[in-house]
């Protein structure tokens, strides 16, 4: 009877320390998933008082703390989509290093596209000649 | 001899014409509209305030856990003012900001700022704020879409954001551009 006692004692502990094992390299696992997630975002947010920077290369205070709230923000679980949202909405799509395609940046977009096309043409005529 | 079809000849014209236009169309609304002449123009507004919670300051009292009660201010017009006692703009800007609070009250929000620091930049100065909140992580500045400090914003009496200013409001901004928006809103 003591045996079994002792073996009951035994597997609870293991169980235990098994069931904190996961549980510790999960928070690990989740962890390093976020960090990622905000080095990648953050790689796709302009640093707004450096040039032609990203907030992850940037060390100015505010890229500092851009940093740290989509950090918070992804812990909190906001997905990717709804972090650039929140920026967007605070400091527009200039924010964005991959502005969105809209009515206000379809010119950016397409613009070069157009004057390439035009350019081709006219210079492949003019060379033909 | 072999001449280029009329559109080829003027295909430079007609690219060069687009690019005007479209460079044109842009300077037009950026001067239509007065807000924009400050290029760093806010995304908030003529939104509401954000919604979030300031920590007021008191320095009388070590720990004060009251928050700065922008509902106080629900049919004012008024003023928040983001600024710290180490940034050398904001010491040009204090003597416009204390005219500005003679006019409309002034919420100051002290940016990353010990609180030593601030009151003795207050007590040089003097203390336009009629409340004074805290930003210590600089989640507050972000949330109101701040660059740096000192940034400048007008609240309409429905609690919306009128006007930004980024940089220290000298004095022909202020006579230029926030004096008249006041008397306009204002009642």
Not at chain 2, 29 to 47: C, M, Y
Request: hydrophobic letters at 40%.
């Amino acid at each position: 009877m003591k045996k079994i006692y002792v073996n009951l004692s035994l597997l609870s502990f293991f169980l235990i320390i098994i069931s904190h094992l996961t549980l510790a390299s999960e928070i690990i696992s989740k962890t390093s998933l976020i960090t990622n997630k905000t080095r990648e975002i953050a790689q796709n947010i302009k640093c707004l008082v450096c040039q032609n920077q990203s907030i992850d290369e940037s060390n100015s205070e505010l890229a500092k703390d851009l940093k740290n709230l989509i950090k918070e923000k992804l812990e909190a679980g906001l997905n990717e989509d709804e972090v650039y949202n929140f920026l967007s909405e605070r400091y527009g799509d200039s924010i964005l290093l991959k502005p969105p395609l809209n009515t206000n940046t379809i010119l950016l977009w397409f613009l070069p596209f157009i004057i390439l096309v035009f350019s081709s043409i006219y210079i492949t005529k003019f060379f033909k000649k | 001899m072999e001449t280029k079809p009329i559109i080829l000849r003027l295909l430079p014209l007609i690219i060069f014409s687009f690019i005007v236009i479209s460079s044109g169309v842009v300077l037009y609304e950026f001067k239509k509209k007065p807000t924009k002449k400050n290029f760093l123009t806010s995304q908030l507004i003529g939104k509401k305030i954000p919604d979030i919670e300031v920590q007021e300051a008191d320095y009388k009292i070590e720990n004060n856990n009251k928050n700065v009660n922008f509902k106080e201010y629900k049919n004012k017009f008024y003023a928040v003012n983001f600024f710290a006692s180490w940034c050398a703009p904001c010491r040009i800007e204090a003597p416009i900001v204390e005219d500005l609070s003679k006019i409309i009250p002034i919420i100051g929000i002290a940016y990353k700022d010990e609180p030593i620091d601030t009151k003795k930049f207050l007590d040089e100065f003097g203390n336009p704020y009629d409340k004074i909140g805290i930003d210590n992580s600089g989640k507050i500045a972000i949330e109101w879409g701040v660059y740096g400090v000192p940034e400048t914003f007008l609240i309409n009496d429905k609690g919306e954001i009128i006007y930004r200013h980024a940089g220290p409001l000298l004095y022909n901004i202020f006579k230029s551009e926030v004096l008249p928006i006041i008397k306009s809103n204002k009642k």
